[in-house]
């Protein structure tokens, strides 16, 4: 067990201190006092006690704060366990890997200690239900913290660890006192000066006021220069990106880059971090700082920096829907040293279209760290650029890894072949016919073979499909023809886009599906006349994490081929954003659309062009 954390196997809980435990260092008091302040008592209090202790001694319990960073979840929680389970030893897992071995054989009485739950669920491997199950089924407490855009979105995910974190019970910690929290509140503050202090305070919370918070948004607000702005914003940016560890000086500094003009970059890099650093980490009230250096892992050695949690949380609001400039992509993409955050990062940049930094990430894990999984997702995206050789070369390295990668192989030669077949010789770029075929790496192709050899699910999966990928050419020969399915899938195409003259079209012409959703596409429509009151109150939402928000703001950014904003959810990484952009251009029917389901988009939610795309990016082109 790696103790790192300040905590050994067997500690009694009651003998860590809290700041071990990712409890926020406080304002100081005049007398430069730096023990906690005194707790406020909060409405969740009684249901977290009696959720820790309901099924004791058999069973344990598995419990997740969710609030905003500094909004005392990790305070209430450390008070919680002190009053209940002071001598019960305390594990402080390093990843999720030190709870997986205990499964099979786990303590009892022991309180494992998830402060930032996201970094064990998102790690790998992943920390799975079945091992939280066996910990609890032995009388032991697994207690974690999520911010609340992180809950939304665990719970999204499929799979385990969807199951996992909805089978815990959640406690909400709501970022502001309530009227009685306020008034227990008033009564500690006759005792405590910082108390009283951090009620007075106006436009933050008492809670945030008490870690320094409003301190650290002053310090990126108002930075002393610009290389100090642009260093705690790459560091912002990477944490929205999903990154986790230490930031390494390296890293950061070509990361500012892009946050620079270009008069301040003429100057030498040095000259950057002289000016950044001693803002950035010069430590604030309650002795919390921009930015705070991590150890590597031995004495005297510097791993990286990481960025205070308010402040992230902060600027993951004010920042949601920026872009984050090539620099800070390209940095990321070729100097992370962890492969759990080069995994987050491909999957940022997928999902928000930066297909050409997936590449160099996913990449990097399938030849650096021999992840066989990493290579078919890279060979997927290899094969819809029409790059089938380098696609085949990337999972020739990776032949030993299974039966996974040999069936991907032997099915990229037959594409190869289609291709072939279609395409005339010495022919380049992608025509419309081989872009359909490469689209979905050959999927709907077979699925045509099977549905024409009467198999009837070959023919639903069929339609599905060329219905989620907007084939709009197909599907209006397959309903011309009579197919039903077809006919209904087009139907629900044009009632997603509004599009009334197209259904009243195929209405007339005897199409009974068509016919059958015009009532419903007037309702669509008579909403999307309605929609612009809905968004800024769903912006707000958004901004404050609200996963449901943001995903029913793309729905009306679509509703009213709003591209520009499209895009702003884009960037902000929303999970339907590319998909919807991606039906908007096909109800455009756009003649761009081949290439943005390809190459995507650059850094700046420009098109990328057949011009502007580099074949063949690899790490040496960063």
Not at 177 to 201: H, N, Q
Request: proline content about 5%; some cysteine; charged content about 30%.
């Amino acid at each position: 067990m790696d103790d790192r954390d300040g905590s050994a196997l067997g500690d009694r809980f009651e003998s860590v201190l809290p700041r071990d435990l990712g409890i926020h260092s406080a304002i100081p008091t005049p007398t430069g006092d730096d023990e906690l302040p005194k707790y406020v008592p909060r409405d969740f209090d009684l249901k977290l006690r009696l959720t820790l202790g309901a099924n004791l001694p058999d069973r344990g319990a598995f419990v997740i704060m969710i609030g905003g960073s500094s909004s005392g979840k990790t305070r209430s929680l450390y008070e919680a366990v002190r009053e209940n389970f002071p001598d019960w030893r305390l594990l402080l897992p390093a990843d999720a890997a030190d709870l997986l071995h205990l499964k099979n054989a786990p303590p009892r009485r022991t309180v494992f200690w998830l402060d930032e739950l996201q970094r064990y669920l998102g790690s790998s491997p992943p920390l799975t239900a079945e091992c939280v199950l066996a910990l609890e089924r032995n009388g032991n407490l697994v207690v974690g913290t999520l911010w609340p855009d992180q809950y939304a979105h665990w719970t999204a995910t499929g799979e385990d660890v969807q199951k996992l974190v909805k089978r815990a019970v959640s406690i909400s910690v709501p970022d502001r006192l309530s009227p009685t929290e306020l008034t227990e509140a008033a009564k500690v503050a006759r005792r405590d000066g910082r108390i009283r202090r951090a009620l007075e305070t106006r436009d933050a919370g008492m809670t945030q006021v008490l870690a320094g918070g409003p301190s650290l948004v002053m310090c990126w607000e108002q930075a002393a220069t610009p290389y100090a702005k642009a260093i705690i914003t790459a560091a912002a940016d990477a944490h929205r990106l999903g990154m986790q560890s230490p930031l390494s000086v390296e890293l950061l500094t070509g990361a500012m880059f892009g946050y620079l003009t270009s008069r301040e970059r003429v100057a030498p890099t040095d000259h950057w971090l002289d000016e950044a650093m001693p803002h950035a980490t010069r430590p604030l009230y309650g002795n919390v700082s921009a930015l705070s250096p991590v150890d590597a892992g031995r004495a005297g050695t510097l791993g990286g920096y990481t960025v205070a949690d308010y402040l992230a949380q902060h600027l993951r609001r004010v920042r949601r829907t920026e872009p984050v400039p090539h620099e800070a992509w390209q940095t990321l993409a070729t100097r992370l040293r962890s492969p759990e955050d080069l995994r987050r990062l491909a999957e940022s940049a997928i999902a928000r279209l930066r297909y050409r930094y997936a590449e160099v990430a996913l990449d990097r894990l399938a030849h650096e760290f021999d992840d066989s999984k990493s290579a078919v997702v890279l060979a997927d995206l290899l094969t819809r650029q029409d790059r089938l050789i380098e696609a085949v070369r990337v999972l020739r390295h990776h032949e030993a890894a299974g039966p996974l990668v040999a069936t991907k192989l032997a099915h990229l030669a037959k594409l190869q072949q289609r291709v072939d077949a279609i395409r005339p010789p010495f022919v380049r770029g992608l025509s419309d016919e081989v872009a359909e075929l490469l689209a979905d790496v050959g999927v709907c192709d077979d699925l045509r073979r099977d549905a024409d050899d009467g198999d009837a699910l070959a023919a639903e999966r069929l339609i599905e499909l060329l219905a989620d990928r907007g084939c709009l050419r197909e599907l209006r020969d397959r309903a011309d023809r009579g197919e039903r399915l077809a006919a209904e899938a087009l139907a629900d195409m044009y009632v997603d886009w509004g599009d009334e003259d197209l259904l009243m079209a195929r209405a007339r012409a005897g199409d009974e599906a068509a016919e059958l959703r015009l009532p419903k596409l007037r309702r669509v429509s008579s909403r999307g006349e309605n929609a612009r009151f809905e968004i800024g109150a769903l912006r707000e939402k958004a901004d404050e994490g609200s996963l449901r928000a943001a995903l029913d703001l793309c729905t009306l950014f679509f509703d009213l081929r709003d591209e520009e904003n499209l895009k702003a959810e884009l960037d902000a990484g929303t999970p339907s954003a590319a998909a919807k952009l991606i039906a908007l251009y096909t109800a455009r029917e756009h003649p761009s659309l081949i290439h943005l389901r390809a190459f995507g988009l650059e850094a700046d939610g420009q098109l990328v062009t057949p011009e502007t795309q580099p074949l063949g990016v690899r790490r040496k082109d960063f």
